[in-house]
């Protein structure tokens, strides 16, 4: 199972190659280049996007640039690879410190080793416009409570609208359900992840691409009002 999931936008590593995190590339053929949403976590994931490139005839495509979910060790771990490799790298100002920095928030704890930090990371605002091409952009949504910075993104062009969630939200086993990002974070927040999920209800994102298991090819305000429903009914188990 190896996915183009729309034209130009490839899974490259994660639920179907048995990798725990997804890693997305968005292709710009006419530029020889991708831009990567996250990173996945080590060198395995980093020979997976390297062998699904190649399955694709894109091993010879520049990295441009990555943007990051979130500072957590999973997403953000090859970020500085990549850096040195002449991408330039993306995260939400609220985590931005600590992909640089490889504090607690990176949940180096979990993974009993050392985060391998960026030199730089490009700060991003809640409502910020990335541009990515003539007819493609990024739009940037603060989505706190997971951790302080978690950041969704929508891409907009290439036909699509598709929103990049990382751990702020995935879709459940049964059709129709939400699943939220674990609370492991020191800057996790219920009330935060409420409100972010809130106003995530009204975008129009025709799909979800989350950070771990499969994608949502549906609206992704339907996931986000089940979202909502499941923090309101089952509260006790996502308060801080």
Request: hydrophobic share 40%; with cysteine.
């Amino acid at each position: 199972e190896i996915m183009m999931i729309f034209p130009d936008i490839y899974l490259l590593s994660g639920f179907p190659f048995q990798l725990h995190q997804n890693v997305y590339g968005i292709d710009f053929p006419e530029e020889n280049r991708m831009v990567l949403i996250d990173t996945g976590l080590d060198e395995t994931d980093r020979r997976q996007i390297q062998e699904t490139m190649k399955i694709w005839g894109l091993e010879k495509r520049r990295i441009s640039d990555v943007f990051l979910t979130h500072a957590h060790f999973d997403h953000a771990g090859n970020a500085f690879w990549f850096e040195k490799n002449g991408a330039r790298i993306w995260a939400g100002e609220a985590d931005a410190a600590s992909i640089e920095n490889g504090d607690e928030h990176t949940i180096a704890f979990a993974y009993g080793k050392k985060f391998p930090v960026c030199q730089k990371v490009e700060r991003l605002k809640d409502g910020e416009k990335i541009s990515l091409s003539d007819s493609c952009e990024l739009i940037c949504f603060h989505t706190p409570g997971h951790t302080a910075g978690s950041m969704c993104y929508e891409l907009v062009g290439k036909g699509e609208k598709v929103l990049f969630t990382g751990d702020f939200m995935q879709a459940g086993e049964e059709d129709g359900s939400a699943r939220l990002g674990i609370r492991v974070d020191p800057g996790y927040s219920y009330k935060e992840y409420l409100s972010a999920v809130r106003k995530m209800m009204k975008v129009e994102s025709k799909a979800v691409l989350p950070g771990h298991f499969r994608p949502y090819l549906k609206p992704a305000s339907w996931l986000m009002q089940a979202a909502y429903r499941e923090m309101l009914v089952n509260r006790e188990k996502y308060k801080d």
